[in-house]
Antibody
Framework: EVQLVQSGAEVKKPGESLKISCKGSGYSFTSYWIGWVRQMPGKGLEWMGIIYPGDSDTRYSPSFQGQVTISADKSISTAYLQWSSLKASDTAMYYC????????????WGQGTLVTVSS | QSVLTQPPSASGTPGQRVTISCSGSSSNIGSNTVNWYQQLPGTAPKLLIYSNNQRPSGVPDRFSGSKSGTSASLAISGLQSEDEADYYCAAWDDSLNASYVFGTGTKVTVL
């Protein structure tokens, strides 16, 4: 079974750093893109960017370029989303999802990681 | 800010047919395939329709998708109570800053 399992919920203070993870299993991790999607409380879905673990090719949404870093460690089939300095506005649910091609559909999705940033 | 526009809400009684529209432009829907996602309350999104009108294994055939020009539609026929959810269209956008774009989302309520 193809599965993406994300790390647990995080509570952080403004200015702190954070790295959340997404572990893939049941398929060749290096042959598919992994994308990250933000959902702020009560709001819609926003595409943040994608990475191809096979060669670390990474694409960012203009809205998130420079705000986050997407990376992957293919040796442990895990993708990451990280912040160097969190803001209260980063409070959201973050989902990872698998993508067969850059312009293709996302399937399946991880269960989500809730990030809460509050002083 | 989403570049794909959907109505904020839609509703119907059990057994009815509900249609959700998704309006885009030549750089997204007009030149790429459309996908639809269903998000049940408190859960992660799930792929419902891909490549405009294809259903993944396990998705009931009462869900169907179509595309014409720069617009797409999702139809739910034989509406059931478990279909109450948020629905999002999505497509790749080939504009200067290429990216994957989601629709604004539609909340479907079963009356």
């Amino acid at each position: 079974e193809v599965q993406l399992v994300q790390s647990g919920a995080e509570v952080k203070k403004p200015g702190e750093s954070l790295k959340i993870s997404c572990k893939g299993s049941g398929y060749s991790f290096t042959s598919y893109w992994i994308g990250w999607v933000r959902q702020m409380p009560g709001k819609g879905l926003e595409w943040m960017g994608i990475i191809y673990p096979g060669d670390s090719d990474t694409r960012y949404s203009p809205s998130f370029q420079g705000q986050v870093t997407i990376s992957a460690d293919k040796s442990i089939s895990t993708a990451y989303l990280q912040w160097s300095s969190l803001k209260a506005s980063d409070t959201a649910m973050y989902y990872c999802a698998r993508q067969a091609a850059v312009a293709g559909e996302f399937d399946p999705w991880g269960q989500g990681t809730l990030v809460t940033v509050s002083s | 800010q989403s570049v794909l526009t959907q109505p904020p809400s839609a509703s119907g009684t059990p057994g009815q047919r509900v249609t959700i529209s998704c309006s885009g432009s030549s750089s997204n829907i007009g030149s790429n395939t459309v996908n639809w996602y269903q998000q049940l309350p408190g859960t992660a999104p799930k792929l419902l329709i891909y490549s405009n009108n294809q259903r993944p294994s396990g998705v009931p055939d009462r869900f169907s998708g179509s595309k014409s020009g720069t617009s797409a539609s999702l139809a739910i026929s034989g509406l059931q109570s478990e279909d109450e959810a948020d629905y999002y269209c999505a497509a790749w956008d080939d504009s200067l800053n290429a990216s994957y774009v989601f629709g604004t989302g539609t909340k479907v309520t079963v009356l």
